[in-house]
């Protein structure tokens, strides 16, 4: 984890999101796909805390290293962000958390199937890019809104992942959640699911991502998701975002269940750890 | 102006911000609070925690406890709200796991301590005083966000003596109870507590706060209510200390929205002898290495030859 200052390179604002550059001069940032950062302008004092962005991409140059987030500009700290220019300093912690695990994608000819709502794209593309450059196969189910909403389409397309959309208004794609072209597609296709072909990869809504963890727990499909939740330090003491989770039988033999950190023990976790409530 | 030297003044410098608390010398008066520096070692990716004077760990209780639902916090203007609920290791783990690697720094560890009854808090007091590492324990008899909580001694100025009294016939080590501003009776728990052999007290504890989304009418916290830090509590805070400073001669560690070495100095121009800096170690995980190094500088500008000199240096008039 590196606490850097990082250069504002673009900032553009498309709907409801931005999409930032940053770069850090004379630096090596590695992150794993589904890393975060938590980013502020440079030394703001209101709003107080840092807001948590997944890496969307990562590109070495001769000058340093560039990282994109978009973001959704949701409240105070997102619009502070959203207000900076080009030439401008962004306080950034990165990399945080937790990665995708890829392993069980990339043995035999198994198909990564990503699940993205709205900005929650973010954090699946680093994912995609690494699994197409293993020449994995990805399909990518993307949802949003409205047509303005579908994250990243573009940039997935080109990397080559057979894409689905769906759009609450029907502006593009169909009709609708993006959870119901998941469950046609796994339907249709029974008897790879039965042969354990596919892998899931969900980051968006909380309401998406539970239907999701529904859907492949019923077809018995191994899924892993991303998870949100509000921070306040983003690298593991303040305890604030946490999820429960599933931690086996008690003496008792009662169920028990736990808190676990987002920023520490996720963002990523295995669907079936996860109390979806 | 005299441009001759004293004898005194050619003497090798003393470390200025060396402070004396209930025997203990902190070689800073910069010690990060409770529950906000996690067990220490979460910060050494950042700095090496032996700048600092010392550190308060997460409240330690008998056994691990889960904590509250999400969502824990809220970010308000100029601070935030919490109800974490007390998630901690418990104080086994604390003593195994954690307090090992912690001996390898030079910094004086003050064991938080919380239980909901006075059985919870002497059980962790007798695991601590048996740990070798440990400086002091700071009694948690504030926390606003459990329920049946800590919050019921603090509150109550013969409650907080009892618990004050019977930790330190069981305490092997200084101890010092950190304050409520949720008391009714600030100054009638504080005296209570020195009373009953507090070393040294810490105050102020978060203000317990809400705030309601508008557009689901839900409360922002699982908890409903928590716990306002951060800069919005700061002039609370340092009134306070002023306050209990004229009515206690045990000394006062100053908390609340600290984030800079001058937010710090108005609490020692309060009566604090040392602070604990909270929030800002969220926002800034080098807030609190960024402060020692705030009030070296201003001891040598202000020609501060120790910065026990400003301590309830406040002149009000």
Redesign the interface.
């Given at each position: 984890?590196l606490?850097l200052t990082g250069r504002i390179e673009r900032n553009q604002l498309f709907g409801h999101y931005g999409r930032i550059c940053l770069l850090f001069p004379d630096r090596q940032v590695v992150v794993a796909p589904g890393q975060f950062g938590m980013l502020?302008p440079n030394q703001s004092?209101?709003?107080?805390?840092?807001r948590a962005m997944a890496v969307y991409t990562v590109k070495p140059t001769p000058a340093g290293t560039e990282l994109e987030f978009i973001y959704q500009v949701l409240g105070?700290?997102t619009a502070a962000i959203q207000r900076l220019v080009p030439g401008q300093l962004v306080?950034c912690?990165v990399p945080l958390g937790k990665s995708y695990d890829e392993s069980p994608v990339l043995v035999g000819d198994r198909e990564a199937v990503l699940v993205a709502g709205g900005v929650g794209a973010a954090s699946l593309y680093l994912l995609a890019e690494s699994l197409r450059r293993q020449s994995v196969s990805v399909r990518l189910f993307l949802g949003g809104r409205s047509a303005i909403d579908l994250i990243g389409l573009e940039d997935f397309a080109a990397l080559g992942c057979k894409v689905h959309l769906a759009t609450n208004d029907g502006s593009r794609g169909v009709a609708g959640f993006v959870t119901e072209p998941l469950l046609r597609y796994l339907v249709d296709h029974t008897s790879e699911v039965h042969a354990g072909k596919f892998v899931v990869y969900t980051c968006g809504p909380t309401p998406m991502m539970k239907r999701v963890a529904e859907i492949c727990e019923e077809a018995r499909v191994l899924a892993y998701a991303s998870l949100e939740?509000?921070?306040?330090?983003g690298?593991?003491?303040?305890?604030?975002?946490?999820?429960?989770v599933h931690c086996g039988p008690s003496e008792a033999g009662e169920p028990e269940?736990?808190?676990h950190r987002v920023c520490i023990e996720g963002p990523v976790f295995r669907c079936d750890q996860l109390v979806w409530g | 102006m005299t441009f001759a030297q004293s004898p005194t003044e050619l003497q090798p410098p003393t470390n200025p911000l060396e402070v004396e608390i209930c025997g203990i010398r902190f070689k800073n008066p910069v010690l990060p609070a409770s529950g906000t520096f996690g067990y220490g070692l979460e910060f050494l990716p950042f700095f090496d925690i032996s700048h600092l004077g010392g550190f308060c760990t997460k409240g330690l209780s008998p056994k691990p406890l889960k904590g509250n639902p999400p969502p824990r916090i809220a970010e308000t203007a100029g601070g935030m709200l919490n109800a974490i609920g007390l998630q901690n290791v418990g104080v086994r783990n604390f003593i195994e796991e954690k307090l090992p690697k912690l001996r390898a720094y030079d910094t004086k560890i003050i064991a938080n301590v919380f239980g909901y009854s006075l059985d919870d808090y002497l059980e962790v007091i007798t695991a601590l005083n048996d740990a070798e590492g440990v400086a002091a324990y700071e009694l948690n008899v504030s926390c606003p966000n459990v329920k049946q909580g800590g919050t019921q001694f603090g509150n109550d100025p013969k409650l907080a003596a009892e618990v004050t009294e019977a930790a330190k016939k069981k305490a092997t080590r200084p101890v010092i109870v950190k304050l409520s501003p949720n008391a009714g009776d600030l100054l009638g728990v504080a005296r209570a507590v020195e009373s009953a052999g507090a070393d040294a007290v810490s105050l102020i504890n978060t203000i317990v706060g809400m705030s309601i989304d508008i557009y689901s009418h839900r409360p922002r916290l699982a908890f409903a209510t928590g716990g306002l830090s951060g800069p919005a509590i700061k002039p609370i805070a340092v009134r306070m200390v002023y306050e209990v400073s004229q009515v206690l001669s045990i000394p006062r560690i100053g908390i609340g929205g600290i984030a800079t070495a001058q937010d710090a100095i108005e609490f020692f121009l309060a009566g604090a002898t040392a602070v604990q800096i909270g929030t800002a170690n969220y926002a800034d995980p080098c807030a609190a290495a960024k402060l020692v190094d705030g009030l070296e500088a201003y001891c040598r500008t202000q020609k501060v030859a120790r910065i026990t000199d400003v301590v309830g240096a406040v002149k009000l008039k």
């Open positions: 984890m606490d502020r004092v209101e709003p107080l805390l840092r105070r700290g306080d912690l939740e509000r921070m306040a330090c690298f593991g003491v303040c305890v604030g975002c946490v999820a429960e269940t736990d808190f | -």
